[in-house]
């Protein structure tokens, strides 16, 4: 069983940024998708923004359209974890994000992609 624990989320006012990390307990083969995912109250769970790592051709990073050119995802293999920069939020970027683990198989933004998911981390983005 992988686990997955995210951290680095808080509430900061808009034009702010936070960081946050996701920590895998083991990863295991060579191609896989590691994603970010947000959810607000009353919406759906959206990719906001994931890596795929592809045995012979390397990596790919994705973006939500909403969240290109102001988030940057990044992961340091040797610490299996992901991180997500988030710079000039918005108010709507409010939501409880988590991270997710699954091999690939589909698109990368849909959750039903994924097998291992974090408990998530509270983003809070005041006007």
């Known amino acids: 069983q992988v686990q997955l624990v995210e951290s680095g989320g808080g509430s900061v006012q808009a034009g702010g940024s936070l960081r946050l990390s996701c920590a895998a307990s083991r990863i295991t083969g060579s191609r896989y998708y590691m994603a970010w995912f947000r959810q607000a109250p009353a919406k759906g769970r959206e990719g906001v923004a994931g890596?795929?790592?592809?045995?012979?051709?390397?990596?790919?990073?994705y973006y939500a359209d909403s969240v290109k050119g102001r988030f940057t995802v990044s992961q340091d293999n040797a610490k299996n974890t992901l991180y997500l920069q988030m710079n000039s939020l918005k108010p709507e970027d409010t939501a409880m994000y988590y991270c997710?683990?699954?091999?690939?198989?589909?698109?990368?933004?849909?959750?039903?992609?994924?097998?291992?998911w974090g408990q998530g981390t509270q983003v809070t983005v005041s006007s």
């Open positions: 890596i795929g790592t592809f045995y012979v051709s390397g990596r790919t990073t």
């Open positions: 997710a683990l699954g091999p690939v198989r589909g698109n990368w933004e849909l959750p039903s992609t994924y097998d291992y």
